[in-house]
């Protein structure tokens, strides 16, 4: 019989993305029930990412982390404890780089911020380069059609991409949701924002601790990852603003990388070798659903969750994901009993 053949892999969940998000509902799942996780990239951490261009490294996804909530700040102080996360600066960056004490504290990767999910990821049945082309329901359960032709089973399916990417997953395998289900999913909308990533053939000439929020015109927000402690040469990212993001979302790489250089007035230029630039089409959120995850109704279990789930960021990803588990865990025990 060949693979192909072979009965499909049956875990009790699939967590699709291994982002915060993910990964957390699945280290938490993970202790009662066979969980797979799927991702499309090639490593783990979704946004929170981090590229090597030759010799230097950038964060290019989130930046640094904070904590609102008693029970993120618990999470990320057990990941300082385990050596992944340490504080950057503490305080609000303005547009010129000073800082601007606001009682909370700055969060990076003690290495890089990808870092911290792959200690997330420790011990988890993640699968990488692994795209998700369809979910289908079946009578009492979900297949999770692979783009390699593959597929698996599941009882239950966690959805933790971005949203209008999940929809899609549905859509494509002729799933209906509830009229009500997506209408609230349909109302979640995201930023783009075009990130360039620039090895410097010399120091950025931005002061300690390497960073600008400007806000508004083409650069929403800039680091210097050498400063940071990211990058053993001088690299910095660029994050243009939503609007510049829009206007040239279809402009060739080299017009973006100059238009956000021509407004950074670093003290140095780019190497001809180290320039690149990522488009992230679902940034960040314009409108976020209020609740922490959305169980899907008159549907076997099926959840979606991420930082479109009351809250945005590193810490909405993540107490999303760990209330996605939670409802997972009791549609699942009812099951059982
Ligand atoms: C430019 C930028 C700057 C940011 N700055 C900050 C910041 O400074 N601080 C902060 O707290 N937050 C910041 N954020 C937001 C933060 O990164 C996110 O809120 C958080 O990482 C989202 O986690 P998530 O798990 O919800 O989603 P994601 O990280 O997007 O994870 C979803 C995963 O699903 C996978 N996926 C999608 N489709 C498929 C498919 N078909 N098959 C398989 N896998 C699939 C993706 O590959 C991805 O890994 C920033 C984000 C960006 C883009």
């Not at 800082?99 to 049945?125: K, L, P, Q, S």
Request: net charge negative.
């Amino acid at each position: 019989m060949s693979e192909r053949d072979s009965p499909p892999p049956h875990p009790r969940v699939v967590v699709v993305g291994a982002g915060v998000s993910g990964l957390t509902a699945a280290r938490l799942l993970s202790e009662s029930f066979d969980v797979e996780v799927v991702d499309k990239g090639r490593k783990v951490g979704g946004r929170l990412a981090t590229r090597r261009v030759g010799d230097a490294t950038f964060d290019h996804g989130a930046q640094f982390i904070t904590t609102h909530t008693s029970e993120f700040a618990e999470i990320v102080a057990r990941w300082e404890q385990a050596g992944v996360a340490t504080s950057w600066f503490e305080g609000r960056i303005g547009p010129d780089g000073s800082v601007d004490t606001d009682g909370h504290t700055r969060f990076r990767g003690d290495a890089t911020m990808r870092d911290i999910a792959e200690h997330m990821a420790e011990g988890i049945d993640v699968r990488v380069f692994t795209r998700v082309a369809a979910v289908e329901r079946l009578d009492s359960g979900w297949r999770v059609r692979l783009e390699d032709d593959t597929h698996l089973e599941a009882e239950a399916v966690l959805l933790t991409a971005p949203v209008p990417q999940s929809l899609d997953l549905l859509t494509t395998g002729g799933v209906e949701l509830s009229a009500a289900d997506a209408d609230a999913l349909q109302a979640v909308a995201y930023d783009p924002c075009l990130a360039a990533l620039v090895a410097l053939d010399g120091p950025s000439g931005l002061a300690p601790p390497g960073a600008i929020n400007r806000s508004t015109g083409p650069i929403d927000w800039m680091a210097d990852n050498q400063l940071k402690g990211v990058s053993t040469t001088p690299a910095v990212t660029i994050h243009a603003t939503a609007e510049f993001s829009r206007t040239h979302w279809e402009s060739p790489d080299d017009v973006v990388v100059a238009e956000l250089l021509r407004s950074a007035g670093l003290s140095s230029g780019p190497r001809d070798d180290g320039v690149y630039v990522q488009r992230w089409r679902y940034a960040r959120l314009a409108t976020t659903h209020p609740e922490r995850c959305l169980v899907a109704d008159s549907v076997p279990p099926l959840v979606f969750a991420g930082d479109a789930f009351g809250g945005p960021k590193v810490e909405g990803a993540s107490l999303s994901g760990a209330a996605a588990a939670e409802a997972l865990a009791s549609l699942l025990g009812r099951a059982d009993s």
